[in-house]
């Protein structure tokens, strides 16, 4: 039995997310796992490196697969390529050694949210962009973010019903750049709850629009009440950048 390693790179705007479902066939690993079972005449089940939710997008998702097959790796890409829509790239395709694990191995996922801020329509960006108008108080961001950032239970920033046993996670940075009228936020972390980078994003929007002091951070993580969190931003803005072994 042989292990792989598969890069790919997605376009999450018309899927219903990253996992498996009981009541639909139209996610990124079902249609993944589809195709490599007709590939190498097996079943394959595929582990990722994080599950991104309908419509989150992905520049580089990681995962990993065994098989018991002779194919040859890039021969294995190719046919892969042949077949996958044009909204899911494969980039890359390697063996890898005995015990890696796409979501095991992992030691720290990069999500970004970009963030439209200007007056114009973003037409041909409004797939991947969250149009939120408005002039930002981006210090005020800062602050909030520096509160943020460190080992703390998570659980006011995440949706109720998708809490784990532990709600605790390391968010290392939250860095800013503005590219002209768009502003990029970066989450880096030893891993995310659901919908916790969405809930993080509109907390820290309600902050730079002056709807909350960035002060206020400290008591939402100890409240551990999502109520006392901001808003959800919208899944479309949000994509997996990176994920670091």
């Not at 007709?38 to 309908?54: I, K, Y």
């Not at 046993?165 to 002209?180: A, H, M, N, P």
Request: net charge positive.
């Amino acid at each position: 039995m042989r292990n792989f390693r598969l890069e790919l790179c997605y376009d999450g705007s018309r899927w219903a997310g990253w996992q498996k479902q009981k009541n639909t066939d139209n996610t990124i690993q079902q249609r993944l796992e589809t195709l490599l079972s007709r590939l190498l005449n097996q079943p394959v089940e595929l582990a990722a490196s994080g599950r991104t939710d309908a419509g989150v997008h992905a520049r580089r998702q990681v995962c990993s697969f065994r098989a018991e097959t002779e194919l040859n790796a890039d021969v294995m890409l190719t046919e892969l390529r042949k077949y996958l829509p044009e909204d899911i790239g494969a980039l890359a395709l390697e063996e890898a050694p005995p015990r890696f694990h796409a979501r095991l191995s992992c030691v720290e996922k990069c999500y970004v949210y970009r963030i439209h801020t200007g007056d114009a329509p973003c037409v041909f960006e409004r797939k991947y962009v969250y149009a939120f108008p408005a002039a930002l108080d981006l210090k005020a961001m800062k602050r909030a973010a520096r509160a943020l950032c460190g080992t703390h239970d998570f659980a006011a920033f995440c949706t109720a019903h998708g809490k784990k046993k532990s709600t605790v996670r390391t968010l290392k940075s939250i860095d800013f750049v503005r590219e002209g009228d768009e502003l990029r936020i970066f989450f880096t972390g030893d891993g995310f709850l659901y919908n916790m980078v969405r809930i993080l994003t509109g907390t820290l929007l309600e902050v730079g629009t002056g709807r909350r002091p960035a002060e206020e951070m400290g008591e939402i993580l100890a409240s551990g009440e999502r109520a006392r969190a901001g808003f959800t931003a919208p899944a479309r803005g949000l994509t997996l950048w990176d994920a670091r072994y």
